[in-house]
């Protein structure tokens, strides 16, 4: 079956910097364009950033745009999101998703992803 594993939060200082990894088997990674989302207590679930299949185009929300970046490396089957400049209301839970069709070019949709892993928690400190 499909797992995503992500590994990576913590709790960090405002300013500091973070560096979240997504491991995905049971499926052509390569194939799937790749999205993080995050979810704080209380809030709906937001798109953060999403990645093509091939790693050639990216999106990224307003609130973090400047501040992460996503990248992938498709021989390891894995998908990261380094973040910078880390804000206390970057507090939440952080989520990887694959997309549901090959070759997609990364939505903001949480709907057009159907496989998720099950979280890290990333906790900023004021």
């Known amino acids: 079956q499909v797992q995503l594993v992500e590994s990576g939060g913590g709790l960090v200082q405002a300013g500091g910097s973070l560096r979240l990894s997504c491991v995905v088997s049971g499926r052509t990674f390569s194939a799937y364009a790749m999205g993080w989302f995050r979810q704080a207590p209380g809030k709906e679930r937001e798109f953060v950033a999403a990645i093509r299949w091939s790693g050639g185009s990216t999106d990224y929300a307003d609130s973090v745009k400047g501040r992460f970046t996503i990248s992938r490396d498709n021989a390891k089957n894995t998908v990261f999101l380094q973040m910078n400049s880390l804000k206390p209301e970057d507090t939440a839970a952080y989520y990887c998703?694959?997309?549901?069709?090959?070759?997609?070019?990364?939505?903001?949709?949480?709907?057009?992803?159907?496989?998720w892993g099950q979280g890290t928690q990333v906790t900023v400190s004021s």
């Open positions: 998703a694959s997309e549901r069709r090959a070759g997609g070019l990364g939505s903001s949709a949480a709907d057009d992803y159907n496989y």
